[in-house]
């Protein structure tokens, strides 16, 4: 009984626990397929090394945001995709209507939690 009024209790905590680890994990992968694909040999030849170097810096600067920012709000991982995303996504645009070795499943969608397969990239759960 007491176990079934603390669970219940806890419940709305652990789904926003859970959607905070989703985002997160979300913004971990974009950012892991990101540079994946910007330094991608099939690519090289393709994108403007100002342009690589501007997704490179912005990728950089996303992932010393996330290691210093592990407990951040869902929210704050939203934004900072989407900040992303924002620098991203018109270099990969000007790339011939998608290259091959970019991620599949289209780049606005690919930090949705899901359709998570393991070999997207790195999963990290922190769930306290």
Same mark, same amino acid.
């Given at each position: 009984?007491?176990?079934?009024?603390?669970?219940?209790?806890?419940?709305?905590?652990?789904?926003?626990?859970?959607?905070?680890?989703?985002?997160?994990?979300?913004?971990?992968?974009?950012?892991?397929?990101?540079?994946?694909?910007?330094?991608?040999?099939?690519? $090289?030849? #393709?994108?403007?090394? +100002?342009? @690589?170097? %501007?997704? /490179?810096? =912005?990728?950089?600067?996303?992932?010393?945001?996330?290691?210093?920012?592990?407990? $951040?709000? #869902?929210?704050?991982? +939203?934004? @900072?995709? %989407?900040? /992303?995303? =924002?620098?991203?996504?018109?270099?990969?645009?000007?790339?011939?209507?998608?290259?091959?070795?970019?991620?599949?499943?289209?780049?606005?969608?690919?930090?949705?939690? =899901?359709?998570?397969?393991?070999?997207?990239?790195?999963?990290?759960?922190?769930?306290?």
């Amino acid at each position: 009984e007491r176990l079934v009024q603390e669970a219940e209790r806890y419940k709305a905590e652990d789904e926003a626990n859970r959607a905070r680890v989703e985002a997160k994990n979300g913004l971990e992968n974009y950012v892991f397929q990101i540079k994946n694909s910007i330094n991608d040999e099939k690519l $090289a030849d #393709k994108v403007s090394a +100002e342009d @690589k170097a %501007k997704v /490179l810096d =912005a990728v950089n600067t996303t992932t010393q945001w996330l290691d210093s920012n592990q407990q $951040a709000e #869902k929210e704050e991982f +939203e934004e @900072k995709q %989407k900040a /992303l995303e =924002a620098i991203v996504l018109p270099v990969l645009q000007n790339l011939s209507g998608g290259a091959e070795g970019m991620p599949s499943g289209g780049m606005p969608g690919a930090g949705a939690p =899901a359709g998570g397969d393991a070999d997207e990239g790195p999963k990290i759960e922190e769930i306290d």
